[in-house]
């Protein structure tokens, strides 16, 4: 039997940010009100704020005295609304009646509770499968930019995390480009992981859980879930056939040319020529001894040059990439070197840190267009 | 007869100013290429930017050291997104056959050259009517958030300006609320302003014109200007009839109850109030002892209300506005105390400044809800 009532006072601060978070890991995107709800639990623990989106699910705990113990659901993106600009320091949630009550000294807003008998209950989480730093976390999580925002291929829209003994690999693409990362993690004996989880809930999870000392990987049979700090949020894991083999392959570079460049420097540079590269955003990097010259050319844009010091290892190759996924694999590398490997004809150029780090092994590839190419990428 | 190259030396930072300033100015809305393009000229006085979009125009002076003088037109959307992240100090601009040429140290961007014949030459300026301290005309530009962003009523998406005295009255509404100020001016002897000028292009000019420490009006027959350090913009007066008379009554408001409230707190109340507001977007404002309330209340949403610290002369009333015109009334008060003074009926209540300041008197109307009415603002 739920208690069908509750009475909690709680720092308005912690709250509006628990609030706020679970709205970005859980967008409100359905018609159904409970799947656009928030479950709040009080009890003698304090206060549970949980939620689903029929795919995603997320808790998270906050420090609250609880006055009457019990549950009430409403609608987590009003409950977020009301609670961000409030600037009284503690608030008191209350049932009443069809309403959940939220008060401060001056001010009370009574938000429409949602059915409880109907609310989706999260699953709890799976069990622990390792650990991994919360710096590495959020820097492995941005693979996630390389996914593909169309639902057509779910696929392509996830990011697909598996063990591999001392590190977890990340991959995503969208088949014209891919970024992989290597976290190093502290397993649990014998634990393994295997799944397969949307990138955009990956990537919030690495902006939010990435603030963090260190997260938790959760990991059983089709299922994921990442606690940290109070939080744990999880997904089923999509159940569609990943090409490991084929990507991991892809990875291994055979470079006919290494060149190493200011990735801000190249950065703005595409972006500049970027200007130029017409309806096709083409932008052609040409390696020369001690410098890439990237350009860009159309004939309604114009034409543009720019040369940048670079340090050539192998032949005078000429490349043309797509400007923006150019400025997607130099970001991860910002403030340092990159380098880029170039193999033959239209197999990827690799993007790595010119002086690799340890702890998160970031590499992304991005595939050449086919020169004067106008049905690639449409 | 016109020199039709153009080869000039010319710091990149002043210049990538002037051409993303004069976008904004004269934002690329034509089709037509002259429209949306940007004549340089370039002489023994340095380099002169100027444009125009069928309407407005704009001028602008950057120091320069001319090789060739001469004149050549390319997109100002491409001049400006060129030149807005180049780090070189300075760069040359020389026209090299059908194009326009941007070189530095080590790029070279060449932009394809518009028709110097079919090109809209900006007129001069009409002449200077008097001056106003830049601050002040900042502060007074903001009445054009008043206007319509709506083209139907040409009326009603321009700032009116009328010279009166000491002062200049700058005027803008949509019917539902409305905007004055009266700074202070200096006019020369014998001056008048008469004019109706494109509320989007006052924003704009409040903007960057209100940077300057002073700005000088210029007005004659149905045309308008605006200069300051090395800037002219200008445009047609809107040749439409504007009810001064009755404007000019509204403003004169007879307060049945006058409120003293911060800007701010009450901003933030209404803020949170609008998530109650249902469709409509209506808030209720409740005047009572020492205190004011706002509430939001929708059959979906739910209810709230919230208690301000206020100061009350006269009658408890009640009155309902859209959330939307009571922030953009209180933002110009930001960080002040606000005076609401609410007459009967639906007349129009009056937010100004609590402690008038001098220079500028900015005075906001917004007219109230009907009770419970639904098609009122749709």
Same sequence: chains 1, 2.
């Avoid at 049932?95 to 001056?106: F, I, K």
């Avoid at 150029?349 to 002086?355: E, M, N, V």
Wanted: with cysteine; hydrophobic share 45%.
């Amino acid at each position: 039997m739920r208690a069908m009532s509750l009475d909690v006072t709680v720092g308005t601060g912690p709250l509006a940010e628990a609030a706020a978070q679970l709205l970005r890991l859980l967008p409100v995107r359905a018609h159904q009100p409970a799947l656009a709800g928030v479950l709040l639990r009080a009890d003698a623990e304090g206060l549970e704020l949980a939620a689903s989106d029929g795919e995603a699910w997320a808790r998270v705990r906050v420090n609250a005295t609880a006055h009457t113990d019990g549950e009430a659901a409403v609608s987590r993106r009003a409950l977020a609304d009301t609670l961000a600009t409030l600037d009284a320091p503690q608030l008191r949630l209350c049932t009443e009646g069809a309403r959940l009550a939220v008060r401060t000294d001056r001010a009370r807003f009574a938000l429409p509770r949602l059915d409880l008998d109907s609310f989706p209950r999260p699953p709890q989480a799976p069990a622990a499968v390792g650990v991994l730093a919360g710096a590495d976390w959020r820097a492995a999580a941005a693979v996630a930019g390389a996914a593909s925002r169309e639902d057509a291929l779910p696929l392509f829209t996830a990011v697909r995390m598996r063990s591999a003994g001392a590190v977890v690999s990340m991959l995503a693409t969208d088949r014209f480009r891919l970024a992989a990362a290597r976290p190093a993690w502290s397993p649990e004996p014998g634990a393994e992981l295997d799944v397969l989880v949307p990138a955009a809930l990956v990537a919030e999870l690495g902006r939010q859980a990435g603030r963090s000392a260190e997260v938790r990987l959760h990991a059983e049979e089709g299922r994921f879930a990442l606690s940290w700090l109070g939080w744990t949020v999880g997904t089923t894991s999509l159940a569609v056939a990943f090409p490991d083999r084929q990507l991991d392959q892809l990875l291994t570079a055979q470079a006919e040319a290494t060149v190493r460049v200011d990735a801000d420097e190249l950065a703005a540079a595409v972006g500049r020529a970027a200007h130029y590269a017409g309806p096709r955003g083409a932008v052609t990097l040409e390696l020369g001894d001690g410098e890439l010259c990237v350009r860009g050319s159309d004939p309604l844009s114009g034409e543009s040059s720019e040369t940048l010091k670079a340090d050539l290892l192998g032949d005078r190759l000429t490349r043309q990439y797509q400007a923006r996924y150019l400025l997607d694999a130099l970001r991860p590398f910002a403030g340092r070197q990159a380098r880029l490997e170039i193999q033959s004809a239209l197999r990827p150029t690799a993007f790595t840190a010119a002086s690799p780090e340890p702890g998160v092994d970031l590499r992304y590839l991005v595939v050449p267009l086919r020169p004067a190419d106008t049905t690639h990428h449409a």
